[in-house]
């Protein structure tokens, strides 16, 4: 046999080989994202760099939705920012969702607007209802954010907390009968699998920042049956009217 023939065959062989892996390992190392954690934690950074945000008075909730910038979706304006760019827990929340949101559509198609399922105009002022109060036993429970996303399809639940991961939103309620909501940074273990606090990004304590609650029994303690996280799914590209 041709000496020629067979070192071309052999590199052929040898370069089929090496495009077959790549393809393999490109399916492995690039997993299709279904998650809306990157962008949740880019705005998350964003924050820390920028200008604080002090944290809304209880008094003056009444008067403000508690974000810190106007909120927009589909090209309209639904709501004003707080009247001195404050926010509150649940606000601040709901404003890193829509930040978030509004960064994947950038980032997928060089345009702000994005469609959260399949809700209309019509249909965030609802939304919004539902995240900040929930309803009935749902609002007293403190698991308005996890409910109102979880049942619109938007996110899904993490019922196994030790698969919680940077970027998702945790709602959890203490001892005292106080609750808050945030975006969840990580763990704190005081023995492998044993839970001993929550590292989380939010407004707090005056302004948002990132803090550490400890799980326990304490009265000022985070009760650590009424912890709930959600993973918040990718939003769409709005169909072209």
Do not use: K
Not at 58 to 67: F, K, Y
Not at 75 to 87: I, L, M, V
Not at 216 to 222: E, P
Request: glycine letters at 12%.
């Amino acid at each position: 046999m041709d000496r020629r023939f067979v070192l071309a065959s052999s590199a052929a062989l040898a370069a089929l080989s090496l495009i077959g892996m790549a393809f393999v390992g490109s399916g492995r190392e690039m997993p299709a994202e279904t998650a809306l954690n990157r962008y949740v934690l880019q705005v998350v950074d964003a924050v820390r760099r920028g200008p604080p945000i002090l944290q809304l008075p209880g008094p003056e909730v009444a008067n403000s939705i508690g974000t810190a910038h106007e909120i927009r979706y589909l090209g309209q304006r639904f709501w004003d920012a707080d009247p001195s760019g404050r926010a509150h827990c649940i606000g601040f929340v709901f404003q890193t969702y829509m930040d978030a949101c509004e960064r994947w559509a950038r980032a997928v198609s060089g345009e702000s607007s994005f469609q959260l399922g399949e809700i209309d105009a019509y249909g965030l002022r609802p939304l919004r209802r539902d995240f900040y109060v929930g309803t009935g036993a749902t609002g007293a429970g403190g698991r308005s954010v996890i409910d109102a996303l979880s049942s619109r399809g938007l996110g899904e639940e993490i019922m196994d907390l030790e698969e919680a991961r940077a970027g998702d939103f945790v709602q959890f309620s203490r001892n005292n009968g106080t609750s808050h909501a945030a975006v969840f940074l990580g763990w704190e273990h005081s023995s492998p699998g044993e839970r001993r606090g929550l590292r989380i990004f939010g407004v707090q304590r005056g302004r948002a920042q990132e803090t550490t609650e400890l799980i326990g029994l304490a009265r000022d303690m985070v009760n650590s049956r009424r912890i709930f996280v959600l993973r918040v799914h990718l939003p769409r590209v709005p169909p072209i009217r």
